[in-house]
């Protein structure tokens, strides 16, 4: 998605190179609801006013649509100036499966699901954790995640929608994090097993990082004008010590 937008944006304004910022790199095969994204342009270029959402649109594959393009406040950074972000992850536990029309957007799940069982287990992933035991990890980089958010409801179409927050992922967390979660939800695991993830120093090869297609970005969350510069410096310093310290317990 991003390398289709770059290139789009660049052949309107003939610019060669347009590198964009943009407020989560998702797995591949996630779907983005509300992605956000920024790219620096002088006020004064020649091609400015040919960036219109409409122009953009005509020229991208079906599968990528602009919503809205505008200037940007002073200090607005995508990626480093986000509070943050929310996903949703839908399921069917439902023997017959889902919709037709759903079958690229939802996981099929064999057994029943009970939503009490599944909410009671994310309480204990609320908070400042370190989530080790669901993220891939990365060198030089921690897995202490501040998870603001973990919900489970039945939608109109009677399928099980978790929806997660947090200030940032790791790779691959929200699936394993669902992996970890379906168990539990179905009566296999016991509601406190996420509790007991969390306290494991080593990596469990039987939690199961879920497909992709049913994830969705849905929204990034951003302070307020005046306090975009500021929410920037804090980010890019964090993710600084995070690459200095590496993985901490």
Not at 54 to 66: F, H, Q, S, V
Not at 84 to 92: A, L, N, Q
Not at 174 to 198: E, N, S
């Amino acid at each position: 998605m991003q390398g289709e937008v770059e290139n789009i944006i660049g052949a309107l304004i003939h610019q060669l190179e347009l590198p964009t910022i943009v407020a989560g790199r998702t797995d591949a095969g996630v779907h983005a609801r509300n992605q956000v994204f920024h790219f620096d342009l002088p006020r004064d270029h020649p091609e400015l006013e040919k960036l219109t959402a409409e122009r953009i649109n005509k020229a991208l594959p079906g599968d990528i649509r602009i919503r809205r393009i505008e200037e940007a406040p002073h200090g607005f950074d995508a990626r480093f100036s986000a509070l943050w972000r929310e996903y949703s992850y839908t399921v069917c536990d439902d023997p017959t499966g889902p919709q037709p029309l759903h079958r690229h957007e939802v996981l099929q799940w064999p057994v029943p699901l009970d939503i009490d069982r599944l909410n009671e287990a994310s309480k204990y992933l609320i908070g400042i954790h370190d989530f080790f035991a669901f993220c891939k990890e990365k060198p030089r980089a921690t897995t202490i995640r501040e998870l603001q958010k973990l919900e489970w409801h039945r939608n109109e179409d009677n399928y099980v929608v978790m929806t997660i927050r947090a200030d940032a992922f790791c790779y691959s967390m929200v699936r394993t994090i669902v992996g970890a979660l379906l168990p539990i939800g179905d009566g296999r695991k016991p509601v406190t097993w996420t509790k007991h993830l969390l306290d494991q120093e080593e990596k469990l090869s039987h939690i199961q990082t879920m497909e992709a297609f049913p994830l969705v970005l849905e929204h990034v969350g951003y302070p307020t004008d005046e306090e975009l510069h500021a929410r920037q410096g804090e980010t890019r310093a964090r993710r600084g010590m995070d690459r200095d310290q590496g993985r901490s317990t």
